[in-house]
């Protein structure tokens, strides 16, 4: 891969001040409001002169973040791109050719396109590019229906458990991933990773829900209601099981400290149901889980699963985001614990889609159909 040039090319006396505002714009921000202190970490200049890519990290009130920076100069036309597209507007800066418009990279298929040759080492090239927009926590782009780049927006130094665990189970060979084509680095920072498109996938929460309008549209009468789920949840129950296996082949398996997980969520009950009715209930549940003398195996785990996480595409299951919860601290993220944290996501997931399809419903039919969410979730479990 081409190493670009950490030559400077913003002037960052213009830049700061429009930092602040910038980022409180963004869906991937993790603060409230604009940040207080923003301050530029590393600048690498992925192309230059016009139009030009510049590659930033920054660091907002202590946490740091990846901004891909467009530049055109002032005196042209704003881009069509731009337009309607206010969020994605950095301001006027001052840089070595110029004063310029500095915006998203990531809106301006030009520089996307730029940037894949940058990632992949000039192996890859394209001709369309479209965004992915319903993400939350980082930006992807699609290359042709083919190719997946992932940009991370929320840094951390030392290596991100997106690339570290999709390069580890590809090396082991578990092939329900998009296998890896290429890592973007620099320093400590993982920024990118590009992967073939899952093209005609459908995302397991858009599955679930298509079965559950299907059974409560019949009355709740499964001989009625296409598209039982049954199946697919068995055959993801599968996949699930060979995921912590090829996770316990590539990064090993410890002996699980039940003590340790509890208090662990005891800490984290504290925090977000300080209050809660059925705190004791809980807390019982974890009280039972510390006097147990063998919990089971502690292995790395995918740490956000649920059906929104996986994609069902023509030949089986495939696992997406391996990131784990971005709010989580990395440390945090890339510890082994068990693998039934996992298997509690997707089963919560189950319940999670049954009342969101059954809220769809009038009033009336909610009542009579909630003994229906609860079998459907059952069976699936």
């Known amino acids: 891969m081409t190493t670009p040039k950490p030559t400077p090319m913003l002037d960052r006396k213009s830049l700061q001040p429009v930092l602040p505002a910038y980022l409180a714009r963004q869906r991937w921000y993790a603060g409230e409001g604009e940040p207080a202190k923003v301050k530029i970490v590393d600048e690498i200049v992925v192309r230059a002169p016009f139009p030009g890519l510049v590659d930033l990290v920054v660091d907002a009130d202590g946490r740091l973040y990846q901004l891909l920076m467009g530049l055109r100069p002032v005196e042209e036309e704003v881009p069509e791109f731009l337009h309607g597209s206010d969020y994605a507007v950095v301001g006027h800066i001052g840089t070595a050719g110029g004063h310029a418009l500095a915006y998203d990279a990531l809106i301006d298929s030009e520089l996307c396109l730029v940037l894949l040759e940058e990632v992949s080492g000039g192996e890859e090239q394209a001709e369309w590019v479209r965004p992915v927009t319903a993400e939350q926590s980082n930006t992807s782009v699609v290359f042709e229906d083919r190719l997946i780049l992932k940009v991370l927006r929320r840094l951390a130094r030392g290596q991100n458990p997106e690339t570290e665990v999709t390069t580890a189970l590809d090396r082991v060979g578990f092939n329900h991933i998009a296998a890896p084509l290429a890592v973007w680095q620099r320093d400590d920072f993982d920024l ?56 316990a082949d590539a990064f090993g398996a410890g002996v699980g400290d039940a003590t340790a997980w509890a208090a662990s969520m005891s800490e984290h009950l504290d925090r977000v149901a300080p209050k809660s009715p059925w705190r004791a209930g809980v807390r019982a549940a974890f009280s039972a889980l510390a006097r147990l003398s063998d919990p089971g195996a502690a292995t790395r785990v ?80």
């Open 192 to 247: 990118a990773l590009l992967q073939p498109f899952l093209a005609g996938g459908t995302e397991g929460w858009a599955l679930a829900l298509a079965s559950l309008r299907d059974l409560y549209s019949s009355g709740g009468d499964p001989a009625a209601a296409g598209g039982d789920f049954a199946s697919e949840s068995e055959r993801l129950g599968e996949m699930t099981g060979r995921m912590h296996v090829a996770l």
């Open 302 to 381: 995918h740490g956000d699963y649920h059906l929104g996480q996986v994609m069902r595409i023509e030949t089986g299951w495939f696992v997406l985001d391996f990131e784990g919860e971005p709010a989580r601290p990395l440390e945090e993220r890339r510890q082994k614990t068990s693998p039934l944290k996992d298997v509690a996501g997707m089963l919560r997931s189950f319940h999670y889609a049954s009342q969101v399809a059954l809220f769809e419903r009038d009033q009336g039919e909610r009542e009579a159909l909630a003994p229906v969410a609860m079998a459907w979730e059952e069976r699936n479990r």
